[in-house]
């Protein structure tokens, strides 16, 4: 069977139109600022839904696990969550610090002194420097982190919500 010429193909205006591949970027500074606070929701989104559904998967561990370690493996998970979402602030936290926007104290959690850029750097996991043992933080230490980088975000400004965009631009 011969391939069909490209000239016997007609698109029409409509179909081109429709293209949902086609992409245009009139402001890349503003197209990665606005990808950078997609993956930040993102990032975000992931923890509070794992918060919401905290027991369904402490249960789906446990079944995984045969019921030995499901909880362990939530706190990891959770941890583990809240550092990809600071992983995510990252950037933004550190140009902040050098601008004067944040000091230590911003960086800090109220309640147990954990700085957000440690509890990131090492990924959620508390490092006993003595045996070299890790484990995660525990939810309560955790979530003051996460809650800690929630303020932060509102500092800077960026606590609004993205709309999805569903369609192509129109320009």
Do not use: C
């Amino acid at each position: 069977m011969s391939e069909p010429n490209p000239s016997d193909i007609e698109i029409s205006e409509e179909e081109v139109s429709g293209d949902s591949t086609t992409v245009v970027v009139t402001d890349s500074e503003a197209y990665g600022q606005t990808q950078k606070l997609k993956h930040i929701y993102k990032s975000k989104r992931k923890v509070q839904e794992m918060r919401r559904n905290s027991e369904e998967l402490v249960k789906e561990y446990d079944d995984y696990w045969h019921r030995t370690h499901g909880r362990k493996v939530y706190n990891r998970e959770l941890a583990s969550s809240v550092a990809d979402y600071g992983t995510e602030l990252l950037p933004i936290i550190e140009q902040a610090k050098r601008e004067g926007q944040l000091n230590a104290a911003d960086t800090k959690t109220d309640r147990f002194g954990i700085f957000v850029t440690d509890f990131i750097s090492t990924d959620g996991m508390k490092v006993d420097h003595e045996s070299e043992e890790v484990e995660p933080y525990k939810p309560l230490k955790t979530l003051a982190v996460y809650r800690q980088l929630n303020r932060i975000l509102r500092k800077l400004g960026l606590g609004l919500e993205l709309e999805e965009n569903k369609g192509p631009a129109n320009i």
